[in-house]
């Protein structure tokens, strides 16, 4: 398993992956609000990254995004595992991964929203630190979100 930088010619084989776990837990694809940054990712991505997890064969079986919001704070985006590689820690891989990049990347805060249907998601971001938080504006699909402070916290 290597965590690499996404490519333009990873683009498809992303959306292919993040769609169909949407779709595996009840929740659509916005193309158009949600998901449109799927559809350009160097550019939505500047200042901040955009990472694909891939197996041995060379598959992309998972994704973590750092998206700039200011230059304090940023969001944790895309992150998403196949279904048949859950359970072996690779959630955490992506996770300590992301929590990694925005350290490296400056940032002090955290933030992420994501959907109750996606419990396993949830105890891990609780078990991680974050904290339920309030933002001025939520993804049509996502119910719920956190932050985690990156300056309050030892280095993992």
Excluded: W
């Excluded at 930088?5 to 683009?11: G, N, W």
């Excluded at 694809?29 to 197996?55: M, N, Q």
């Excluded at 609780?126 to 339920?132: K, L, S, V």
Aim: with cysteine; net charge negative; proline share 4%.
């Amino acid at each position: 398993m290597t965590l690499s930088a996404a490519t333009v010619e990873d683009e498809e084989s992303i959306r292919e992956l993040i769609f169909s776990v949407l779709r595996e837990f009840g929740l659509e694809p916005s193309p158009h609000d949600t998901d449109k940054d799927l559809y350009g990712i160097r550019e939505a991505y500047k200042g901040g990254a955009f990472h694909v997890l891939r197996d041995d064969a060379g598959r992309i079986i998972g994704t973590v995004a750092v998206m700039r919001m200011s230059d304090e704070r940023c969001e944790l985006r895309k992150m998403y595992l196949h279904s048949a590689h859950r359970g072996k820690g690779l959630g955490r891989k992506l996770m300590d991964h992301g929590l990694k990049l925005s350290r490296e990347l400056g940032f002090s805060e955290i933030y992420l929203e994501t959907a109750d249907v996606l419990e396993s998601a949830v105890a891990m971001y609780r078990a991680y630190g974050f904290e339920p938080y309030n933002p001025p504006h939520m993804a049509p699909r996502c119910d719920q979100a956190f932050i985690k402070y990156l300056d309050r916290e030892d280095l993992r």
